[in-house]
C-alpha cells in the first residue's frame, strides 16, 4: 500500500488552464504537506496543514489553493496556470509538526 | 535565517568505492536533520534521520551520517558505493516550531562509474 499517494502523477496542459492534484496519505498523520521541485530540482515548501487547519503559507500565488477535506486529504487547485507553474509537486505527511516527513511519489506538471 | 548548505552539486565515484556527501546547516536551536534519496523521475526517500541521542545514525541501504554540532555539519557516508545509489541526494533541516516544514539543501548528484 502507498503510503502517501498523489494523482495524476503526469500533467501536461496549456497556459490559463485550472488544474487540481489530489493527495491522500492512510498513514494515519495529521499534517500535510505541498512542496514544489522547480526545474533546478530545488525544492521548497508551499503549504502545511495541520488538522485540516492552515498552518503555513510560503508567499505562493493566490492562484494556488490548497483544500483539506478531512485529514488524510490534501488537494492542490491550481487557477490560471503559467508556464513558470512547471514543475514537480510532492505531497507529503507527518504525524504532528516535529517528526519525520514522508513524500508521494511526486506529479510532475507541465504547462505549454 | 535557517538554511541548508550541500557544497558539491554533482560527484562521481567508482563502483565499490567509499563516498561522503557533505551537508551543512544554519539553526539557531537544536536541528531535526534529514537526508533524503530522489531517483531520477521517482519520489523522495528518506534514508536516514537525526532527533536527538547518538550522533552517528545509521539508515536503509548501508547509509549512515554524523552529526556534528560544533561543525553545523551532517555528512553522509556509505562504504561501498553500489550502481543502484546513483541519484540525486538532499539533505534538509526540520524547523519543527514553524509548523514543522522543511528547508532542503540544493541537492547532490551522486554518478556511479562501473
Known amino acids: 500500500d502507498t503510503a502517501v499517494s498523489q494523482t495524476p502523477k503526469y500533467l501536461v496542459t496549456q497556459m490559463g488552464n485550472d488544474k487540481s492534484i489530489k493527495c491522500e496519505q492512510n498513514?494515519?498523520?495529521?499534517?500535510m504537506y505541498w512542496y514544489k521541485q522547480d526545474s533546478k530540482k530545488f525544492l521548497k515548501i508551499m503549504f502545511s496543514?495541520?488538522?485540516?487547519?492552515?498552518?503555513i503559507n510560503e508567499t505562493v500565488p493566490n492562484r494556488f489553493s490548497p483544500k483539506s477535506p478531512d485529514k488524510a486529504h490534501l488537494n492542490l487547485h491550481i487557477n490560471s496556470l503559467e508556464l513558470g507553474d512547471s514543475a514537480v509537486y510532492f505531497c507529503?505527511?507527518?504525524?504532528?509538526?516535529?517528526?519525520?516527513?514522508?513524500f508521494g511519489e511526486g506529479s510532475w506538471l507541465t504547462v505549454v | 535565517a535557517q538554511s541548508v548548505t550541500q557544497p558539491d552539486i554533482h560527484i562521481t565515484v567508482s563502483e565499490g568505492a567509499s563516498l561522503e556527501l557533505r551537508c551543512n546547516y544554519s539553526?539557531?536551536?537544536?536541528?531535526?536533520l534529514f537526508w533524503y534519496v530522489q531517483s531520477p523521475g521517482q519520489g523522495l526517500q528518506l534514508l536516514l534521520k537525526?532527533?536527538?541521542?547518538?550522533?552517528l545514525v545509521q539508515g536503509i541501504k548501508g547509509f549512515e551520517a554524523e552529526f556534528k554540532r560544533s561543525q553545523s555539519s551532517f555528512n553522509l557516508r556509505k562504504p561501498s558505493v553500489h550502481w543502484s545509489d546513483a541519484a540525486e541526494y538532499f539533505c534538509?533541516?526540520?524547523?519543527?516550531?514553524?509548523?514543522?516544514?522543511?528547508?532542503f539543501g540544493q541537492g547532490t548528484e551522486l554518478s556511479v562509474k562501473p
Open positions: 534538509a533541516v526540520g524547523v519543527g516550531n514553524q509548523g514543522g516544514k522543511l528547508i
Open positions: 537525526y532527533f536527538s541521542g547518538d550522533t
Open positions: 539553526y539557531g536551536a537544536t536541528p531535526y
Open positions: 496543514y495541520n488538522n485540516k487547519e492552515l498552518i
Open positions: 507529503a505527511s507527518s504525524q504532528g509538526t516535529g517528526n519525520t516527513i514522508y
Open positions: 498513514l494515519g498523520h495529521d499534517t
